[in-house]
């Protein structure tokens, strides 16, 4: 690395033949930055990383047994430590020199000693999601967050020490995300803008004080267990401004009447609410644009989104596929459409680009159902289409047929992910690909069988 001295950023995650990192790797690289070894095998770290790094990633690095001394850390912004499976304890004193730091990750870490925090000032986000804490710096509580004036985002979910062990949250006046699973005393701020309640049980909320939300407050995303949603029903009606709703995964069997005065409402995710049989209460969710319905049981579902013209992502159950064959309801279709099974990719994994439209379609019931009824998509030319994306197709051996040629003209991205019998993008009748000279973005990966790409 020392005939790197300009080098600013460091990225080989994922280099799991990495063991080992000489000790003066990173000697004359003091204009290093950002460096990323997530993924790596290595056990140790150096004694130096350079003078200036400001970001510094180890995320899943599982063989991760000790850190190095932090004295040449003055400059760290950001450090992520999240799935470090090995590294259970921290060297004396890591964190007095980070006075920097302003986010700090141990998620899914097997750190067994809290460490002291408090003079981490700078400290904007701290999450400690799936930590288990076995010894405790003080003798009663988990630890402390005093001094932590400047946190905005905490994250305590399936933090496996106990409730009566977590530290008071009180003095964090500017928290404006939390998630908690096990719930110390704590009292909702009408400044918090998300609230993550998941996996919360009735015992766990006895400590919280929701009064706040029954006045105007900054909360735009809320994401709740069933328990939580129940606890706080007498609530919800007051947050006309949420922007995000989250139930995914309770047993919600219908949705509240006071669903219609969330005018602002811009996601509603409902996935996996297996006792959801009807929808209700969303004609005047004019702004909504992401509805997530996978896993649920509803149906007749074209007549109640069709007055939802700004909804862009809809992820539907398999067999409401039906509802839209020959082409019935299908003007209520959004930009991006979703299907159950095989559903594996985030919303925000589908690039975004211009105004062109795009429909996202996992799982084949609506594929098949236009081999047998092709008007369904009359509305939407292929020409027109400028993002593609592929996964999980197991018996896709080719993309493109002879019939399709001509039809891909404005096509922009392709996106293919685990075709295992993909050979060749094309059959071998197609003599040319007409969308060679479109294509700005393409992205391969785990397609073992892959020979040929262009003809």
Known sequence: MKSLPALKVLDISGATRIKEIFFDCFDGTDNLRFLDLSGTNIRFLPESLGKHLCRLTLKGCSKLEKLLNSQGLTDLQALDLSNSSALQKFPDDFFVNLTSL?????????????????????????????????????????????????????????????????????????????????????????????????????????????????????????????????????????LKQLEVLDLSGEAVESLPSFLSS????????????????????LKSLSQLDVLDLSGTQVKNLGDEISPLRNIKNLHIPEEVAKEFKGGKNVDALPMELKLDPCCISEPSEIPHGDKKPR???????????????????????????????????NNMAS??????????????????????????????????????SSIKRLYIDCCPKLETLFP
């Not at 110390?184 to 400044?191: A, E, Q, V």
């Open 102 to 238: 302003q986010s700090l990750d141990l998620s899914n870490s097997e750190v067994k000693c809290f460490p002291s925090l408090s003079n981490l000032g700078n400290l904007r986000k701290l999450l400690l999601k799936g930590c288990s804490f076995e010894r405790l710096p003080e003798s009663k509580t988990f630890g402390s967050f005093e001094g932590l004036t400047n946190l905005e985002e905490l994250d305590l979910s399936d933090c496996k020490s106990q409730a009566e062990q977590l530290p008071s949250l009180e003095g964090l006046n500017k928290l404006k995300i939390i998630k908690l699973s096990e719930a110390p005393d704590f009292k909702i701020s009408t400044k918090i803008c998300e609230l993550d309640l998941r996996g919360t049980s009735s015992l766990n909320l006895k400590g919280i004080d929701f009064e706040a939300l029954s006045r105007p407050s900054e909360l735009r995303r809320l994401r709740l267990s069933k328990v939580a949603f129940d606890c706080i029903g007498s609530y919800l009606a007051n």
């Open 399 to 436: 993309i493109v047929a002879e019939a399709d040629q001509g039809k891909w003209g404005t096509l922009e991205i392709l996106w293919i992910l685990n075709l295992p019998e993909l050979k060749s993008f094309y059959d071998e009748k197609v003599q040319s690909l007409s969308f060679g």
């Open 262 to 281: 969330f005018t602002d409402l811009k996601q509603l995710l409902l996935k996996g609410c297996s006792s959801l049989k009807e929808l209700q209460w």
């Open 359 to 393: 429909i996202v379609v996992h799982g084949v019931e609506l594929l098949k159902s236009l081999k047998e009824n092709s008007t369904l998509l009359e509305s939407i030319s292929l020409k027109n289409i400028s993002g593609c994306w592929l996964e999980r197709c």
